[in-house]
């Protein structure tokens, strides 16, 4: 696949009807601080990262892949070298009130439910909340 | 089943054994007020949440299936109604803890597998 296409699937991606590409959240690295212990990368589900073999350090190579609000690399980073644009519920408090996205969030929610029916959950079938 | 083959495919995390880590959800019902967007925001293979419609509230049912250090659910939370029962300091603790040639070994292996990842 080449970078085109690439960022076109990148591109058409939604968070609950809104568009990836109108929002910036991704992951930079202090590379001062980095050790290159390649824990980010092997975080990161979503190939945020990259590798550079000469280097034996990571990369961030695709920011549009990034999660929305997710700071998991950052936290597991045993060198606090990654930081994001700002705190993360900051931000999608932000997102969620300037896109209004609570009816696409429950339209999301009914069509995953629909697809994982043993998530539906009987409120008498007891305290399932936290353990 | 499918259910025991994702908690399999999650009961090691680097070399710890993941229920050895504290590091999943906590819902306060009371504050929780149903939205459903932490539901939907766990991803679908790791999908920790329920849904209980009866009581219009997010539920947390596969604790163990949380990715250590994920708190997206949380972030997405407008009415803090989860919450973990360990910090950032608790997870690169564990960070810390991992042996270098466990990490060395995944990531190779995850190199040679995804030799797209490579620069």
């Known amino acids: ?131 | 089943m499918e259910e025991t083959k994702m908690a399999s495919e999650f009961a090691v995390w680097h070399g710890i054994n993941r229920s050895e880590i504290n590091w999943h959800p906590i819902i306060d019902p009371n504050k929780c007020t149903g939205c459903g967007l932490c539901v939907v925001t766990c991803g679908e293979k790791r999908n920790v949440f329920g849904y209980d419609l009866q009581a219009h509230k997010a539920v947390v049912l596969y604790p163990d299936n949380c990715m250590v250090g994920c708190n997206n659910c949380q972030v997405s939370c407008l009415w803090n109604a989860i919450t973990y029962p360990e910090d950032v300091d608790y997870i690169k603790g564990l960070a810390r803890n991992i042996e270098k040639e466990t990490i060395d070994k995944e990531l190779a292996n995850k190199l040679s597998k995804n030799p797209d990842l490579i620069l």
């Open chain 1, 1 to 131: 696949m080449s970078a085109d296409q690439g960022s076109q699937i990148v591109n058409k991606k939604l968070w609950h009807g809104v568009y990836r590409t109108q929002l910036s959240w991704y992951p930079t690295i202090n590379d001062d601080a980095c050790t290159g212990c390649g824990l980010c990368l092997l975080t990161c589900g979503n190939s945020v990262f990259k590798w550079n073999l000469q280097e034996g350090m990571p990369l961030v190579a695709s920011p549009q892949k990034c999660v929305l609000g997710c700071t998991t690399c950052g936290k597991v980073c045993p060198d606090g070298a990654i930081s994001f644009p700002e705190n993360p519920a900051t931000f999608i408090r932000n997102v969620i009130v300037k896109y209004k996205v609570y009816p696409k969030v429950k339209e999301d929610l009914n069509e995953g439910l629909a697809k994982f029916p043993d998530h539906l959950v009987d409120s008498h079938g007891g305290d399932k909340n936290g353990k």
